[in-house]
Structure formats: C-alpha cells, structure tokens
DNA sequence: TAGAATCTTCAGAAGATACTGAAAGGATCA
DNA sequence: TGATCCTTTCAGTATCTTCTGAAGATTCTA
C-alpha cells in the first residue's frame, strides 16, 4: 500500500460515514470504499482497498464497480502497471448533484411514473361513481396530485442548486442567506 | 374494516411507496402503512391494518409507533371506543419538513459531530508533521472542511424550503422557476 | 374484582442482504 | 504459446433485518 497518511481522524470518519450510509439504504461497504477513496490524495487498487479495510476481494471488486457506476469513482491506469486504480470525486458539489441525479434515476422516476399511471387509473374508476364514493376517489386524486406536484418541485429545486453550485458553494450560500431572511 | 374505497390505484401505490422505501433505509411495512394511512380519509385502527396489508399484529403495532415517533401519523381516540386509531399527516409539505427534521437529527448530526471531532483531530496531529506529510494533512483537512461546509449548507437550504413551504407550494414553485432561469 | 378488549413485547423463525474465497476469465508479457 | 498478473463471478455462508404469534401487561366495564 502506497504512503496515504492515514490517522484517527480518517479512520474515525470511514467508520461513521460508513455507519450513516446504512440508514440511506447504501451498503456499508460501499461507503466506507467511497470514504476512504474520498479522503485519499492518490488512487488506489483493489489490493489497497482490501487490506484498508479488511474486505474480500470479491467484496471489492462488487463495490468498487458499483461505485464506478454511480459515478462516484473512476478507474484510473497507469502505464507500466496492470493493477487498475480507482479515484473519488472530490468535488462535494459534484458528487452531491452525481448522487442526486443517480437517486432521481432509480428511486424519484420510479414513484412519479407510478403516480402518474394511479391519476390515469383513478380517473377512469371515478367515472362509475356517485355520491359518496365519488367524493372519496376525488380525495384520493386530490393526495395522488399533491405528491406529484411535490416532487416536481424537489426535482426543479434540486436543479437549481446544482446549477448554482457549478458557481461555488460560496455564492449559493450568500443567495440562500439572502432569502432566508 | 371501514368502508375505505380501496381500488386499484391505491394498492399500486401502496406497493410502489413499499418498494421505494427500502432504497431509502426504510422498511417496506412500515412504509405500506405510511402510505394506507396517507391515502385514507378515515383513521384506521391496528385491526384494519392488518387486515389491509396482511401483516401481524407485532408487526402492525411495533412500524404504527415508530410511524408515531417519527411525528408522520397521529393516535386517534374515539369516544366509547377502546380501539386506538391512526391518522396520518396529509399536507405533503409537512410531511417533507417532518422526514427532514427527522433525518437530520437521527443522521446528518451524528455526521457533522464526527467531522467536527476529525477536524479537531487533525489539527492536533498535523502539529507534529513536516513536509510531505504536512502537505497531505493540510488536504484531509481540507475535505472534511469541505463537507462540513456542504452540510451547513444544506441545512440552510432545506430550512429556506421550509419556510417557503409554509406559504403554500404554489409561491415557492414561482420563486424557484424565477430564480432557475 | 373478575372478565373482556386491546395493546405491547419478545423469542424464535423467516427472509433479505452482503461477504467470502475459490475458480474461471481476460489481458499482457517474454 | 505458456506463464503471470489481475479482475470478475458466483455458490455457499454469515449476518443483519423484519415478521410472527402467543404470552403478558394494561385498560376499561359491569
């Protein structure tokens, strides 16, 4: 393993980076990889990964690719070395707006296609009704339409953060300071 | 079970809610029953959700109190009725403030904390260094700043969003779309 | 206070997720 | 071409999470 100077500090916020990634549905692994490629000033292989953090090779190698697909990573060669090395985003604007777009992809898309096909489907039911039953599905539509319009606006205020923050996270700051008050 | 009118629409919604939920380190149950209460007009008592959904009746009332701690549904009580019902939170905004306090408390804090305690870390053991080995702790040092930076950040944001929220979605939709141009 | 209705708890079971390690695959070199 | 180095794959295993169902606690009624 190449000199990376590492210290508690890093090790403390492997662990707990780590830690927290459980509860955003990401695998331990996975972040603590993230952390450590995070922290380092050069890349690293497979082999540095698995002694740092004491993981199988296996386990590695699955994790590192599904880092590289997220975007959070990248494979980096060396000439005169076949071992692939691999080295984080360190811009923490940029792999927010990677983790944002990513998550949107898998998770937000997902959700508004649904709501969108339930809005089609109640639409039609509602048709049949009277009365009562017809001011209920008309609640319904109502909380179907609500979410939708919800994420909408998460999505239009997530783009516009990242446009601001291709500009800094100084200026956005001192805009959202402005506005806040 | 109350006459809840249920359709097609609705089950969609409760399975696609459930499915998400696990991305986001949360556990499809309790989702479902997020979800089954968000859609009804009706409080619903622990019976009904089992019934609904097909779970027991520990699993029914363990995810309707961590649903009650999380603040996202409320115990209902009726007069001359033993039975405890639910209702859950229905304005979608609130629902987002309430997940984002929440988060933030139980996951981003214990985050920042660390940071704080590797920035103070560092700054110890960067003391004792020269060189080559100062350079490369000026620069962990430099991304854990980063990152807390990025949290402070955020935070603003999301309580600008809040506030805004208050208003009324429409308002902040306008502000948004004005400021993203 | 007995008894019924309801809620909570928790040990064990079931299910989901992630890891390991070895074998197979692929690339490069001599 | 064979040897070497490195990566990927995957069946089996370990671990973690969540659920079940029944026992126990609690609350209310008569």
Redesign the interface.
């Known amino acids: 393993m190449p000199e990376t100077?590492f210290?508690?500090?890093?090790n403390?916020?492997i662990r707990?980076?780590g830690?927290?990634a459980?509860?955003?549905?990401i695998s331990r692994t996975m972040a603590e990889i993230h952390a450590l490629l995070?922290?380092n000033?050069c890349p690293l292989c497979t082999d540095d990964v698995m002694d740092r953090l004491a993981v199988s090779r296996g386990s590695a190698s699955v994790n590192l690719r599904e880092l590289v697909n997220w975007g959070l990573i990248v494979r980096v060669h060396r000439r005169g070395d076949r071992k692939e090395y691999f080295e984080a985003e360190?811009d923490?604007?940029q792999m927010?707006e990677t983790i944002m777009r990513e998550r949107r992809r898998?998770?937000i898309q997902?959700?508004v296609e649904?709501?969108q096909?339930?809005?089609t489907?109640?639409d039609q039911?509602r048709r049949g009704l009277r009365g009562k039953?017809r001011a209920?599905?008309d609640?319904?539509q109502k909380?179907?339409a609500?979410?939708l319009?919800?994420c909408?606006?998460m999505t239009?205020?997530f783009?516009?953060?990242n446009?601001a923050g291709r500009v800094g996270?100084k200026p956005?700051?001192k805009m959202?300071?402005r506005?806040?008050k």
Chains 1, 2 share one sequence.
């Open positions: 100077g210290n508690g500090a890093d403390l916020f707990r980076w830690e927290m459980v509860s955003w549905g995070y922290l000033t360190h923490v604007w927010f898998r998770e997902p959700i649904t709501i096909r339930c809005l489907m109640i039911e039953a209920e599905a609640i319904h909380r179907f609500d979410i319009e919800f909408g606006l239009t205020m783009d516009l953060v446009s996270l956005l700051g959202l300071a506005l806040a």
